[in-house]
């Protein structure tokens, strides 16, 4: 199984993540922020990707460090549980319609990170999640993941729709992309290294 465990701890949060990318969309996580932890679970179970995270953070500040660690430690137990990328599909691309929203989300898992994000104008807060912190996330999570990753909302208003439409489209994207192709054989690049 292509399974992780990272554990991560700062002076501003105390952070567990195992990632399974062969799993089936179990999912167990704590962030202490309501709505961020339902879009990680939406990222599992449309990824079938089973992810348990627990972070004890200084949200009492703000929920800043506590998205952007784990952000950091997600893609790190990404990176190391993706392992040589023998055989995989290396990309993805996923449309998600919710409601007026439309979302889409394309990635290579090239070692090359890169994050362009285009969500047009959100809502400052859903809940307790400061929405400025979605790209925060998947920046961090991108960078250390070692993929280079593009979100765009191409239409819609509602915010809550948005960041959940995003978050479902990576998941997608990245089940694609992390899936083997019996046609494949090594390394998907004419380099011959990712």
């Known amino acids: 199984m292509r399974q992780f465990t990272i554990e991560r701890r ?13 799993g089936t969309g179990k999912a167990a996580v704590d962030t202490k922020i309501g709505f961020f932890d339902h879009m990680l679970t939406l990222l599992a ?10 972070c004890d953070g200084d949200i009492e500040v703000d929920g800043h460090h506590t998205v952007e ?17 023998k055989g995989i599909k290396r990309y993805g691309t996923f449309y998600i319609p919710m409601d007026e929203v439309l979302a889409m989300v394309s990635l ?5 990170p890169f994050l362009v994000f285009e969500a047009g104008e959100l809502a400052p807060m859903i809940g307790s999640f400061d929405t400025q912190l979605a790209e925060e996330f998947f920046r961090a999570f991108a960078f250390h993941a070692g993929i280079t990753l593009h979100i765009k909302v191409l239409y819609g208003k509602n915010s809550h729709h948005k960041i959940e439409a995003i978050f ?26 990712l």
Do not use: C
């Not at 105390?14 to 990632?19: E, F, H």
């Open 69 to 85: 660690d784990i952000g950091i430690a997600m893609g790190d137990a990404f990176f190391s549980a993706v392992g040589d990328k």
């Open 168 to 193: 479902k489209a990576l998941g997608h994207a990245l089940r694609e992309a992390v899936e083997k192709d019996p046609r494949v054989d090594g390394i998907p690049s004419s380099k011959g290294v």
């Open 10 to 22: 700062t002076l501003e949060t105390s952070i567990k993540t195992t990632i399974n990318l062969d």
């Open 45 to 54: 179970v449309h990824g079938l990707i089973d992810l348990n995270v627990t």
């Open 108 to 112: 290579d898992i090239s070692n090359r």
